[in-house]
């Protein structure tokens, strides 16, 4: 059976920190990523995306402020994001990609920025 299982999220100031990690289990992923999902929106939007090798790619909104890191022993993505802002408010979801097949989602964590 494969989870994605998501911490980290909570509440913070503008311009703080949140740090989120995403346990992966039941499979191993070529491509990890994290979306978000604001409120009253229906879509959710890329954050970042990395490959097994490292390779990071990023929303423009994030460019500069997060960073996505994977630990392939641990089966674990994590997102570290600084200078947080009001409009970062979303619920965060970890996904795995196989790249072929269905994606894998976890449940997803809130994350609150109050300015």
């Known amino acids: 059976?494969?989870?994605l299982v998501e911490s980290g999220g909570?509440?913070?100031q503008a311009g703080g920190s949140l740090r989120l990690a995403c346990a992966a289990s039941g499979k191993s992923f070529p491509v990890m990523g994290w979306f978000?999902?604001?409120?009253?929106?229906q879509q959710r939007e890329l954050v970042a995306v990395i490959g097994r090798g490292g390779s990071a790619n990023y929303a423009d909104s994030v460019k500069g402020r997060f960073t996505i890191s994977r630990d392939n022993a641990k089966n674990t993505v994590y997102l570290q994001m600084n200078s947080l802002k009001p409009e970062d408010t979303a619920v965060y979801y970890c996904n795995g990609n196989l790249l072929v097949g269905p994606l894998y989602w976890g449940q997803g964590t809130q994350v609150t920025v109050s300015s």
């Not at 978000?36 to 929106?41: N, W, Y």
């Open 1 to 3: 059976q494969v989870q």
């Open 36 to 41: 978000r999902q604001a409120p009253g929106k």
């Open 10 to 12: 909570g509440l913070v």
